[in-house]
């Protein structure tokens, strides 16, 4: 405990630190677009509060924020999709899903965990959509849906399994996961802003250029060698190898996203800027890095 207090208390002061560099940042340089590291900023301060009160009092509390997140998320993705009224039985049943699946990291059944979502979900969720509802855009509906489940729901609930797998690390591999993911999405954003040239994919994310994930990449591998001996158990080689895998899955999370979001919102300019305040613009990264992480560490670890 006495650990994990002097982490949390290091993390705040490190936020507190970061965020008057925001503002004075933004004095001086008010030509510079930072909003989106201020959004990612307030989205860090409500983590520490989750990771507070998980660490203080209950890893059950984090599950429910958590559960909480991935509602409000999952709600704003069904939120920029043009659906009709035949749809809306089907979203009922996506929400109705997110209990079950943060039910099954309560009982620590990772099989029904890990099968839910990808396998009964995706088999029984048409079924709303096919009694008396017709074929009319029925592969559209219930595609969307499950891209959204699999992203918002199964992806982020990996976060919660955490401190159920490995009570002893829970905590500070999460902590670990998510450091590096925003400390990832932060750096190539600046760098973007700084010296970035050659886009991913301008079309849907001006923000996310080579430049930026080159050196998003070195830095987040840097941060991930210097901090995973206090967090984690891992040893020095997957150390390295986790900061680098959590950029790369970053990076592919924050692309998928944005991608989703325009091909949703096309002819929609004024929603997809609304939507940059959003949820999903915040933990799009988590919903790659999550997993992934996740698995990894499962796989080559017996602590999980």
């Known amino acids: ?16 630190a970061i965020q008057l560099i925001y503002y004075a940042i933004g004095k001086i340089q ?9 959004f990612r900023i307030t989205t860090w301060w409500g983590m520490l509060f989750i990771f507070c009160l998980a660490t203080l009092l209950n890893p059950v509390v984090s599950l429910l924020s958590l559960m909480v997140l991935s509602f409000f998320a999952l709600k704003e993705y069904f939120s920029m999709i043009r659906s009709r009224k035949a749809d809306r039985r089907l979203f009922l049943w996506a929400y109705l899903s997110i209990p079950l ?6 009982i620590e059944w990772y099989g029904m965990f890990i099968v839910f979502i990808p396998v009964y979900v995706f088999l029984l969720l048409p079924l709303p959509r096919l009694i008396n509802k017709g074929t009319v855009g029925f592969l559209r ?7 959204g489940l699999m992203l918002m729901v199964f992806g982020l609930s990996h976060l919660a399994y955490f401190q159920f797998a490995t009570p002893q690390y829970g905590a500070g ?14 750096v190539h954003h600046l760098a973007s802003i700084y010296f970035g040239k050659r886009k ?3 079309t849907s994310n001006p923000h996310l250029t080579w430049e930026g994930f080159a050196c998003a990449f070195l830095v987040t591998t840097g941060v991930s060698y210097l901090i995973y001996p206090y967090l984690t158990p891992l040893d020095l080689t997957f150390g390295i190898l986790s900061g680098m895998l959590i950029s790369l899955s970053g990076f592919f999370g924050s692309l998928t996203v944005s991608v989703l979001k325009r091909d949703l919102l096309i002819g929609d300019d004024d929603r997809f800027e609304a939507l940059k305040k959003s949820y999903l613009s915040r933990i799009d990264s988590l919903t790659y890095t999550s997993p992934v992480f ?6 080559f670890f017996d602590f999980m």
């Open 1 to 16: 405990m006495d650990s994990s207090l002097l982490t949390l208390i290091l993390i705040f002061a490190t936020l507190s």
């Open 30 to 38: 008010p030509d510079k677009d930072y909003t989106g590291i201020g």
């Open 101 to 106: 699946q943060f039910y099954w990291i309560y």
């Open 141 to 147: 509906s219930v595609s969307r849906a499950q891209w």
């Open 173 to 186: 591999l999460v902590l670990f996961l998510v450091v590096l993911t925003q400390l990832n999405d932060v």
């Open 200 to 202: 991913v994919v301008p």
């Open 294 to 299: 996740f698995h990894v560490i499962r796989y």
